[in-house]
């Protein structure tokens, strides 16, 4: 079985935000596969699992908060069993402009604290990552602000391009594994919309 988990954080409050973007594509995949997601007994995660690409696949979203995330994808993995080469996490990355994705099977944190705490938890960096760009800020805003704002206006049809592609993306990795999804959405370039 393989398992994806978008990292983000629990509750109302950030929903909408940038930080959430991992949040954002299980949600989508959730929905587009018919995948209920429910609580654990512990209430660390939510998660279900399901069908995607004739694979079976569990989908999970953490509720320790972005930067304890390990504290909810270690027992997951460990209960189902999960082989970290059948590991994708999602999350949002500062580096990658919005619309960009990329896709890893190993790798550094990054600096991204949602990551490293996958990484400290399960005492490894070998497992897939999709990170999905949400850009740097403007001006002066810290990016500690800019990642839990929500996105503006012509952002918002950007973010539901992308977390297409992401899904897509998703898919494929289930399918056909990590090195024909790296071949064909790290070359990608951002579909652009229009200003309003």
Not at 29 to 40: F, M, R, S, T, V
Not at 79 to 100: M, T
Not at 113 to 132: C, M, Y
Not at 166 to 187: H, K, L, P
């Amino acid at each position: 079985m393989k398992l994806i988990v978008g990292l983000g954080n629990p509750g109302e409050d950030y929903i909408d935000s940038r930080h959430n973007i991992g949040f954002t594509l299980v949600r989508q995949l959730a929905k587009l596969h018919k995948i209920p997601l429910k609580k654990d007994h512990k209430g660390r995660s939510l998660h279900g699992c399901g069908t995607i690409a004739g694979q079976k696949v569990m989908l999970a979203l953490p509720l320790t908060f972005m930067n304890s995330s390990g504290n909810a994808v270690r027992p997951l993995a460990a209960r189902y069993r999960i082989q970290l080469h059948n590991l994708l996490v999602a999350c949002d990355d500062l580096d990658l402009e919005l619309g960009r994705i990329k896709i890893r099977p190993r790798g550094s944190s990054g600096g991204h604290r949602g990551l490293g705490s996958v990484i400290g938890g399960l005492n490894s960096s070998d497992f897939t990552r999709l990170r999905i760009g949400i850009g740097r800020p403007e001006g002066e805003i810290a990016a500690a602000d800019y990642v839990l704002s929500a996105f503006r206006g012509r952002e918002k049809k950007q973010v539901q391009k992308i977390i297409e592609q992401a899904v897509d993306c998703c898919r494929m990795w289930v399918s056909r594994g990590i090195q024909e999804c790296m071949n064909t959405f790290n070359r990608m370039k951002p579909k652009l919309t229009e200003r309003q």
